[in-house]
């Protein structure tokens, strides 16, 4: 079974400082990785994923994330981060060759972003 | 492109009555929607996948006779949820795939806040 753990359910980060937001997974196989943000009383917003190729995903807003398969992790970065950023972000997976599957959502990690 | 509308963006109604919400995909196909289910500061709850011409699949848990879906054409699939009680005040997302391989990104629309009297 598919699983994706936050390990925290809040980060807080000064504005200018880089942020981490940390994600876990458990497939079987080779998964696919998303990241999605999700502002107050809105949908997600698709961010980045990793689907193959090279470990370090570029996405919107300046986010990035690194796909390290042997921890299993899938860690959301930004380099400098804006009192903007702060939101709820989620961590999803799904499996290879699963087709139109619903992804598998971590529970979620609060962001503050400190001016 | 990509972009997945519902209607309406907040509802209130009294206890007993019945609620539709609408979910589109504006740009693109989707033989299949996703319905979700978001109670305050929690994940998102997995309802039920929407298919197009055919019975929805529902999650373990959710009544399938409370929470109708219909996916009546390839950019439309409505949730109703059939006398409504208190209990189900939430925020309904729905999302869409323009596609059918597990590499396509899902979409998410921009959410329902059904509150019930």
């Known amino acids: 079974a598919q699983s994706v753990a936050q390990p925290e359910d809040q980060v807080n980060v000064a504005e200018g400082n880089p942020l981490t937001v940390k994600c876990t997974y458990s497939?079987?196989?080779?998964?696919?990785l998303f990241w999605y943000v999700q502002y107050p009383n809105r949908g997600l917003q698709f961010l980045l994923k990793?689907?193959?190729?090279?470990?370090l995903v570029k996405g919107s807003y300046g986010f990035e994330a690194e796909f390290n398969k042997s921890q299993t992790s899938f860690h959301l970065k930004k380099p400098s981060a804006l009192v903007s950023d702060s939101a709820l972000y989620f961590c999803a997976v799904r499996d290879r060759g699963s087709g139109n599957t619903p992804l598998v959502f971590g529970k979620g990690t609060r962001l503050s972003v400190i001016a | 492109g990509a972009v997945v509308s519902q209607h309406p963006s907040r509802v209130i109604c009294k206890s007993g009555t019945s609620v539709k919400i609408e979910c589109r995909s504006l740009?693109?196909?989707?033989?299949?929607m996703f319905w979700y289910r978001q109670f305050p500061k929690k994940s998102l709850m997995l309802m039920a996948t929407s298919n197009e011409g055919s019975k929805a699949t529902y999650e373990q848990g959710v009544e399938k006779d409370k929470f109708l879906i219909n996916h009546a054409s390839l950019t439309l699939s409505t949730l109703t949820v059939t006398s409504a009680h208190p209990e189900d005040s939430s925020f309904y997302i729905c999302s869409a795939t323009p596609g059918q391989k597990s590499t396509d990104t899902q979409y998410f629309g921009p959410g329902t806040r059904l509150t019930v009297l």
């Open positions: 497939v079987s196989g080779n998964p696919y």
């Open positions: 740009d693109f196909q989707a033989t299949t």
């Open positions: 990793y689907i193959t190729g090279d470990n």
